[in-house]
């Protein structure tokens, strides 16, 4: 762990690196994100189901919007949650899973991850890998321009939100969940081509800079690309996915000695 530093400069402070050493015996790791998995898209869950089984990979970390919603640890109890719990415990047996938070699902917890046998990662985390420093993130904490989401990210997250939050019933907090969502759609409705909607490039490589890496892998903006941002620095963005309308998409980021390849999850394609 490496305290951060005060940003010096415009724009909020820089976070806490958190870094995370591969074991040597790994011979590659699955980097995905943003399956937004929900009882309504079954071929998605098949598909991440199939790729947990039959990946190569030693460990598979998942960086954030696992869930399209996750209201609270109460609800691994409902029959959907039960279900994806019962694929990551069955996967975590096989390999190593990580996950980081994203917007969607900030309020999973260690409970949660314990019983599953998946390890939190924070965000953001420094990997260090195959002899590579990369950074990895969600990647909405970076979205800068999107004022009004970084405002209502600001709140969400404090321990007095959680808290009050947390103690709603669980229907109550469902319906909550599915009226911010209606408004996260409307709202992106309306800015379709926003800037704002992706990552900051002065704010990415101020963050690479300060964890002393050159490669940064996020998810979040469903816009999947291998870009420069500046010379020497570039990020690579996750493929998200979506199975179940068309056109479909999915896609797994690999790392391993060769260095980083996309490559198509692992399995069988998801029954029809």
């Known amino acids: 762990m490496t305290a951060s530093q005060a940003w010096h400069g415009a724009g909020p402070p820089l976070p806490q690196f958190w870094e995370f050493a591969a074991p040597p015996a790994w011979l590659s790791i699955d980097f995905i994100s943003d399956l937004h998995l929900q009882a309504s898209q079954p ?11 039959h990946t190569s990979a030693d460990a598979v970390f998942i960086l954030g919007d696992l869930f399209e919603t996750w209201v609270g640890d109460d609800a691994r109890h409902d029959a959907f949650e039960a279900s994806i719990a019962d694929m990551l415990k069955d996967a975590s047996a096989r390999r190593s899973l990580a996950f980081m938070a994203g917007n969607r699902d900030f309020l999973l917890g260690g409970s949660f991850l314990q019983e599953c046998g998946v390890m939190a990662l924070p965000d953001p985390t420094v990997l260090v890998a195959f002899g590579k420093r990369l950074l990895l993130t969600h990647g909405d904490a970076l979205c800068l321009g999107d004022t009004a989401y970084q405002r209502f990210r600001g709140e969400v997250r404090t321990e007095q939100w959680r808290r009050s939050f947390l103690k709603r019933p669980l229907t109550e907090r469902r319906a909550l969940a599915a009226r911010m969502r209606e408004g996260s759609a409307e709202h992106q409705r309306a800015q379709p081509a926003q800037s704002g909607a992706d990552v900051d490039p002065a704010a990415a490589v101020q963050w690479m800079h300060e964890a002393a890496t050159r490669l940064l892998v996020h998810g979040h903006t469903h816009r999947p690309a291998t870009e420069e ?11 998200d996915w979506e199975l179940d309308r068309t056109p479909a998409r999915c896609g797994v980021l690999r ?18």
């Open 229 to 239: 941002i500046a010379p020497g620095f570039t990020r690579l963005v996750l493929t």
């Open 255 to 272: 790392l391993s000695e060769r260095g980083l390849e996309r490559v198509a999850p692992a399995g069988p394609a998801p029954a029809a």
């Open 43 to 53: 071929r998605t869950t098949q598909a991440l189901a199939a790729h947990l089984l």
